[in-house]
T-cell receptor
Framework: SQTIHQWPATLVQPVGSPLSLECTVEGTSNPNLYWYRQAAGRGLQLLFYSVGIGQISSEVPQNLSASRPQDRQFILSSKKLLLSDSGFYLC????????????????FGPGTRLTVL | QKEVEQNSGPLSVPEGAIASLNCTYSDRVSQSFFWYRQYSGKSPELIMSIYSNGDKEDGRFTAQLNKASQYVSLLIRDSQPSDSATYLCAVSVSGSARQLTFGSGTQLTVLP
């Protein structure tokens, strides 16, 4: 069965410090990978998605970046954190659909709760 | 801009009642629809997927889709206190990455 890991689980960082969050998926090959952020009491905002190694698409302009150095590894980074970067960061995966099917069930990791002070 | 709208609640129902959660979406080409349950402090958990008009039942959960009216709903029968959570509606359009657009969620409380 598939498993998705994220670490760290919680993180407190000062403004202006760098950030690196990691996500790995087990039990599947060539998944689509996604980074979401959830601000307190809000819905999920898609930040980045990737359909393959080295292929990153950004949904919103921000001081964050993402990389996919390996098939099942997705990294979220920042050079200098802002207060507004605080939130719950979620990594998700889905199976790459074959053919023209509609389906895109996404499965989430446990998340990283980031507080920027 | 694609939008997914949900009543934020909170919605309170007594134990054993039917909880009804609603969601509307703006993009007519949307093809896949999902309900996620999120407990406080936890990540979302997929509980229902629906792709065709009509009803889909899974245990105590029933998802209903009406593409002509652009709404999708989730019914929870025999509600239990353990169903108390935030329920997120998500919608997907076609494309290689099949991105999801999420609503802001409805907070459900089931009162014992």
């Amino acid at each position: 069965s598939q498993t998705i890991h994220q670490w760290p689980a919680t993180l407190v960082q000062p403004v202006g410090s760098p950030l690196s969050l990691e996500c790995t998926v087990e039990g599947t090959s060539n998944p689509n990978l996604y980074w979401y952020r959830q601000a307190a009491g809000r819905g999920l905002q898609l930040l980045f998605y990737s359909v393959g190694i080295g292929q990153i698409s950004s949904e919103v302009p921000q001081n964050l970046s993402a990389s996919r150095p390996q098939d099942r590894q997705f990294i979220l980074s920042s050079k200098k954190l802002l207060l507004s970067d605080s939130g719950f960061y979620l990594c998700a995966w889905s199976v790459v659909p074959a053919g023209v099917g509609f389906y895109n069930e996404q499965f989430f990791g446990p998340g990283t709760r980031l507080t920027v002070l | 801009q694609k939008e997914v709208e949900q009543n934020s609640g909170p919605l309170s129902v007594p134990e054993g009642a039917i909880a009804s959660l609603n969601c509307t979406y703006s993009d007519r080409v949307s093809q896949s629809f999902f309900w996620y349950r999120q407990y406080s402090g936890k990540s979302p958990e997929l509980i229902m997927s629906i792709y065709s008009n009509g009803d889909k039942e899974d245990g105590r959960f029933t998802a209903q889709l009406n593409k002509a009216s652009q709404y999708v709903s989730l019914l929870i029968r025999d509600s239990q206190p353990s169903d108390s959570a935030t329920y997120l509606c998500a919608v997907s359009v076609s494309g290689s990455a099949r991105q999801l657009t999420f609503g802001s969620g409805t907070q459900l409380t089931v009162l014992p």
